[in-house]
């Protein structure tokens, strides 16, 4: 086996302990990945030192996740001018990482099977661009090739960047005959914010205010990825409380997000009570946030060593009763739905993805654990109060809209028992630690199983301590394609039901 | 069927009263803040430094606080060794200019409604394009959340459309994204006047976190002319009806409870 460096999530190594593979054997080490259990929870190039931002080489870190020893497999290398044979043939997961370190440091990828921008912005290493756009100009976003079908009564269909809904932007093509999809291409990055650019040099005042806004609906997610990042790098250890509340947090956000999906899975088959009463007690599950912390999605309760609002014995018994009130309501709405044989006509064996698809993808989530696969990090690379008491992983089988929607259901009834536990047996710590200063040449990952899956950050430190590079994979990042997928041979009119199904985050890929 | 009924029956007729009676907020929630220059020490500015969206200013009259660029954050609050910014649970923060977003003391004034025309126009029906240009779906997740029963929107005449062709205005989350500049514009062309937009959220006020950042710019009225800004990071959905009602001179008289009574220690 390759050398690597084996980390457990939330910890920090030195940067000089990260093996430096030749780049033949980074190749093989991502390739054979998958042959060894392995995923890819990120790859990304590290910008160069702050004197030479036209370096001609890059460095490419790549963080494998062993799920069943819970380690996290770490080792780089070095790209020069003559960029690398692209790994996406024989390892299709990488296809995304692929074009965005293309796109970002202008890396030239031999034989990527498809090499498009990602978010379309100009390379962040002057000189270098992996299209040879001209220097200076801003691209086009969705002014690239697509796939096209050709033939006789083949026609395509182009929706977005603004849709019918009060939703993100995106763009989405879709490739019919007649109402038959053979294929659907996601072209992203109207919602590119430049993030991750402004998080280098820091963590500064508005870090932890970006973290928050990575993806609004996951604040609670990206919050906690980033608080464990400080929290290694410094050698901070969060409270017991700190971690407890975190986790109560946590599944708020899953329980309100799983909540609304299931709501919106019922009004896109046009069953209104479940539709409607979700949409309240989405609503209700965010109060309880907002109970927490006065911010409905978690704004202001994360924080780097712990969290900044601590509850009273007054608090939790109001958040115990409202919770119990919420199951009675949830529990009744999913019962109506599941009852229904109209609605399950609809959500069986529409949008299915299959397991080999799945894994080939690398997804995450309630979307892989809707096609069998175990991965839920909670479980197997647990963090902060997951490595205490355990939340039982939430399967299932079928790989469609049902599947992905009934995990989602099991999740819910899991979460809110979590939740109860954990408000029930309070560590009585202080809830917040200061964190200390962090440590220069360093290099963290730190993941956390939002709602939507699998939150990965890692982040690296220069000889000052500040932030070098940072990375943020959201779950969408790797679920995407997987949307893609499970359209194939569905009528375009089941768009709408496998997009909610799958409701992912165009802010969140798009950074 | 009887099991739907039964649930109907359970789950009960959920949505508020507002406008006409005062939202229950949780205590912590942290609304209109409130400045109180007279306790700030001369040389001290604490605040100032910590926002992090360059919300505060100081200057021979005191601070003052921009509505607009404010995330409703603790920075300032936990800086401040003298309790001069406090939150208060005041929901009602939307006004018709950025000027009227800033704060120096007191509370701003109830929105100004359309006039004339407009207001006539459309005051019992408004329709209005969702455009996000960049929001991260927190804004968007609580305009959504107006559709719900709890809101029911719909009641006040104020609908969400799916084109532009059939809004009388576009409600605009998210800083604009450099990505998102010439959508937002069409999208507005393709809106018949007399059109309004409706600016949510500190993105698309200022910027919000994003400000300055070489990929985004700085809000809504950098490409489209602003008639509401409603404020927060996001704003509360009651912050949200306020104003939309403020607009449409439907809040009624002012029935809720005084301005700036619920204060908040924090
Ligand atoms: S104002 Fe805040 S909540 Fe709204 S889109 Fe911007 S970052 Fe998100």
């Excluded at chain 1, 054997?25 to 998958?34: E, P």
């Amino acid at each position: 086996m390759t050398e690597v460096l084996a980390i457990p999530n939330g910890h920090a190594v030195a940067r000089a302990d990260l093996p430096r593979l030749a780049l033949d054997a980074f190749r093989a080490l991502v390739i054979g990945a998958a042959a060894h259990r392995r995923r890819v929870s990120a790859l990304f190039g590290v910008p160069p030192a702050s004197g030479a931002p036209d370096a001609a080489s890059i460095e490419l870190i790549v963080v494998l996740a062993d799920d069943d020893t819970g380690l996290l497999e770490c080792a780089s290398t070095v790209v020069g001018e003559d960029g690398l044979a692209s790994m996406t043939p024989d390892c299709p997961e990488v296809h995304l990482f692929e074009r965005e370190m293309a796109e970002q440091w202008g890396i030239r990828l031999q034989g990527h099977p498809w090499l498009k921008p990602v978010r379309f912005h100009p390379s962040h290493r002057p000189g270098h661009d992996a299209w040879d756009r001209p220097a200076g100009t801003w691209p086009v976003v969705g002014v690239t090739d697509f796939f096209r079908l050709e033939g006789e009564e083949v026609h395509e269909v182009a929706v977005g960047p603004v849709h019918a809904g009060v939703i993100e932007p995106g763009h989405f093509r879709f490739q019919c005959h007649g109402e038959q999809v053979f294929h659907l291409e996601i072209s992203l990055g109207y919602q590119h914010r430049g993030v991750e650019r402004k998080l280098v040099g820091g963590p500064g005042k508005r870090t932890i205010h970006h973290m928050e806004t990575l993806a609004g609906d996951t604040t609670v997610g990206h919050a906690t990825a980033y608080s464990q990042i400080v929290e290694a790098l410094s050698g901070t250890r969060a409270t017991p409380r700190a971690c407890a509340l975190r986790g109560v947090a946590l599944e708020l956000e899953r329980l309100a997000n799983h909540t609304g999906d299931l709501g919106a899975l019922a009004g896109d088959v046009g069953f209104l009570p479940t539709a409607s009463y979700c949409g309240r007690l989405r609503g209700d599950f965010l109060n309880a946030t907002a109970l927490l912390c006065g911010s409905r999605f978690g704004r202001g309760l994360i924080r780097p060593g712990g969290v900044a609002f601590d509850v009273d014995d007054g608090l939790v018994a109001q958040l115990q009763n409202r919770l119990s009130a919420a199951e009675h309501d949830v529990t009744d709405a999913a019962q109506l739905l599941w009852g229904s044989s109209t609605v399950m006509a609809r959500f069986e064996d529409t949008g299915r993805v299959a397991p080999e698809t799945a894994l080939a993808l690398g997804l995450v989530g309630p979307a892989a654990r809707a096609c069998g696969l175990r991965r839920d990090v909670r479980k197997t690379h647990p963090s902060g109060v997951y490595r205490m008491v355990h939340i039982p992983t939430s399967m299932a089988e079928s790989g469609d809209v049902f599947a992905r929607a009934y995990v989602r259901w099991l999740e819910i009834e899991r979460s809110i028992d979590y939740v109860r536990t954990q408000l029930g047996e309070l560590p009585r710590t202080s809830p917040r630690r200061e964190p200390a200063a962090l440590r220069p040449e360093m290099l963290a990952v730190s993941l956390v199983e939002g709602w939507r899956g699998e939150i990965c950050h890692v982040a690296t430190t220069d000889e000052a301590g500040r932030f070098r590079s940072y990375k943020v994979v959201d779950p969408s990042f790797h679920n995407w394609t997987g949307l893609a997928m499970s359209l194939r041979d569905q009528q375009i009119s089941d768009f709408p039901l496998c997009n909610k199904s799958f409701n992912l985050s165009y802010c969140g890929h798009d950074l | 069927m009887w099991k739907i009924l039964l649930s109907r029956l359970t789950q009960g007729h959920r949505t508020v009263a507002y406008p006409d009676e005062p939202p229950s907020l949780p205590p912590r929630f942290r609304g209109h803040p409130t400045i109180d220059s007279t306790r700030c020490p001369e040389d001290c500015r604490q605040c100032v430094d910590s926002c992090p969206t360059d919300a505060i200013t100081k200057d021979e009259r005191g601070l003052a606080l921009d509505l607009g660029r404010c995330l409703f954050c603790t920075d300032c609050t936990d800086s401040c060794p003298e309790g001069a910014i406090r939150f208060t649970t005041e929901h009602r923060m939307a006004a018709r200019t950025r000027h009227d977003l800033v704060v120096r003391s007191g509370m701003i004034d109830r929105v100004r409604a359309l006039d004339g025309k407009m207001l006539r126009l459309f005051r019992r029906s408004l329709k209005l394009r969702q455009v996000s240009a960049g929001g991260c779906n927190g804004c968007e997740a609580d305009v959504n959340v107006l559709g719900t029963i709890v809101f029911d929107l719909g009641r006040f005449g104020i609908q969400m459309v799916a084109s532009p062709r059939h809004a009388d205005g576009l409600l605009v989350t998210g800083p604009v994204t450099e990505n998102m500049k010439l959508a937002l514009k069409k999208t507005y062309d393709a809106v018949p006047p007399p059109k309004i937009v409706i600016a949510v959220g500190a993105c698309a006020i200022s910027g919000g976190p994003h400000a300055g950042h070489d990929e985004v710019h700085d809000g809504a009225a950098s490409v489209v002319p602003v008639d509401l800004f409603i404020p927060g990071c996001p704003p509360h959905p009651f912050t949200i009806l306020d104003g939309l009602l403020g607009l449409l001179d439907r809040l009624g008289p002012d029935r809720t409870a005084p301005r700036g009574a619920q204060l908040t220690e924090r």
